[in-house]
Each structure stands twice: as structure tokens, then as C-alpha cells.
């Protein structure tokens, strides 16, 4: 294949992607990874005045780019997103779902055990991740099958597969979302087009503002107990930058991955690889 004809696959230039989660660490840097080739970028926050400041920082592109307020565990607010969305865009060629987080009040740390988890934590955050994903997927992705083609990207976790200490409830979910992943991808191509694919990727460990403070010290910057134990299990060394998710994603909307649809890719530094010895 000539270069000219890969390089065309990584224009998205008139394509419409939906972010949800845009305005954190990772997502943000996905948002600003599309503008820059070119898509239209759509964000879903809950806090429009930061996702309006993501926006301006875009700096030049061919994309048309703007933000629609919903909570994406509010069905009603997320089914108006879309329709908003539609009648200035026409059409959603591609959805990445990128909302989500932890909640401390599900997380054991001394001295609160499992059994001190309240259901109502525990429920928050299987909310958050999962019908955080499930809902804007249900309003988004009717358009896709409308035309009969599209791209679903949703952002699981290394914790989905191998659970790690404390995050009970955040690793739950984000084994449902790898699961989720699997089985839309082949509910939408025999029930609807086999031009409609879903995958996931699912990121090692990236320093934001959810973790940083439990993998380095708030003085000073030194790895933590948890950090070091991190790293030590990682081949690559060193925690993830959040440009590093960018190629996995891109290779995912793009017609680069025409074949690939219900994979979840790591992108983790070889954590997941690595048995420890």
C-alpha cells in the first residue's frame, strides 16, 4: 500500500466523533489527537466551561468542533445531547467513550475493609464506568446504524482482567465494559452491518488526576509503595503518557482497523504481560 493511501486513512476530515470523558488527562489528549486530524469533534461534559477551554486550545483544523452538556448517566440528557448533535452535524460516524473514575468511598484503604463499603459507593461506580458507557452508546450509536456504518471505541481498564488490590468496584466495572465491548461488537454486525465495529482499549497505568497521589508522593514526586510496585511490573518502566493511548485509538477509528471489531487492546507498557518473574 502506497504511503499516500495509509496517510488518507488517518484523515478524518468530515467525520463526526462524539467524546465523552474529553475534558480529563487522557481524554483531552485524545480530543486534541482527532482536531489534529481533522475530525469534528464533539464533547460530552458535564462542565462545559472547561470543555469550551479544550476547544479553543485545538488551535488550526479543518474540523468543526463544540460541546454539548449532559451527565452521561442521565439518559434523558444524553438522548437530547444527541439529537443536538445531529441536527448540527447530520450524522455520528464514531463514539469514544472515555467517561468514567473511582469513587475513595468504594476503594478499601485502611482502616475501611470490603465489608465497609457502602452499596450506594459501590453502585456509583458501577454507574460511572458501565452505564456511563452502555447509555451515550445506546443514544449515539442510532445514528450509526442508521447508515449502516460506525466506529465504537470504549476505554476499559488493566484492571478488568487482572484485579488489582482495592478497587473492588472499579475493576468490576471495567471488566464489564471489556465484556460489553465484545458482545456489541457482535450484536451490531449480525443484527445490523458488519460496518458497524466496536472495541476498547485499555490503558496501563497513566499518572491523572484520579491516581496521582496513590502512585507518587503529593511531596515531592516519589514513587509511593503502590507506584514502585507498579513499575517493578511493568517492562517498558515508566507510567503511560497520555499521548501514548493516541495511536491505539486513531488505529481503531481509522479504516486501518477495518478488520479488527470486539478487541480490547492494551496499551499498559507490558504490564499485563509480564507473570512477575
Wanted: hydrophobic share 45%; glycine share 10%.
Amino acid at each position: 500500500m502506497r504511503f499516500e493511501a495509509v496517510a488518507q486513512m488517518y484523515d478524518f476530515s468530515g467525520r463526526t466523533v462524539v467524546l465523552t470523558g474529553g475534558t480529563g488527562v487522557l481524554g483531552s489528549e485524545m480530543a486534541r489527537a482527532l482536531a489534529g486530524c481533522h475530525a469534528n469533534v464533539v464533547l460530552l461534559a458535564r462542565n462545559i466551561a472547561r470543555a469550551e477551554e479544550l476547544v479553543a486550545s485545538f488551535g488550526e483544523s479543518k474540523g468543526r468542533h463544540s460541546c454539548v452538556a449532559a451527565d452521561v448517566v442521565d439518559r434523558l440528557a444524553v438522548e437530547a445531547a444527541a439529537k443536538t448533535v445531529l441536527a448540527s452535524y447530520g450524522r455520528i460516524d464514531a463514539l469514544v467513550n472515555g467517561a468514567g473514575g473511582n469513587n475513595p468511598k468504594a476503594t478499601t484503604t485502611p482502616p475501611n475493609g470490603f465489608f465497609d463499603i457502602a452499596p450506594e459507593a459501590f453502585e456509583q461506580v458501577l454507574s460511572l464506568n458501565l452505564l456511563g458507557t452502555v447509555i451515550p452508546t445506546q443514544a449515539f450509536a442510532r445514528s450509526m446504524v442508521e447508515h449502516k456504518e460506525g466506529v465504537i471505541v470504549n476505554v476499559s481498564s488493566v484492571s478488568a482482567g487482572r484485579p488489582l488490590t482495592r478497587v473492588a468496584a472499579y475493576a468490576a466495572a471495567k471488566a464489564g465494559i471489556s465484556n460489553f465491548t465484545q458482545w456489541l461488537a457482535v450484536h451490531l454486525a449480525q443484527h445490523y452491518s458488519v460496518d458497524l465495529r466496536v472495541n476498547a482499549i485499555m490503558p496501563g497505568f497513566f499518572l491523572t488526576e484520579q491516581n496521582r497521589f496513590l502512585l507518587t508522593e503529593r511531596e515531592g514526586g516519589a514513587l509511593t509503595e503502590r507506584g514502585r510496585k507498579i513499575i517493578e511490573h511493568t517492562p517498558l518502566g515508566r507510567f503511560g503518557k497520555p499521548e501514548d493511548l493516541t495511536g491505539a485509538l486513531l488505529w481503531l477509528l481509522s479504516p486501518a482497523s477495518r478488520f479488527v471489531t470486539g478487541a480490547v487492546i492494551p496499551v499498559d507498557g507490558g504490564f499485563t504481560a509480564f507473570a512477575g518473574v
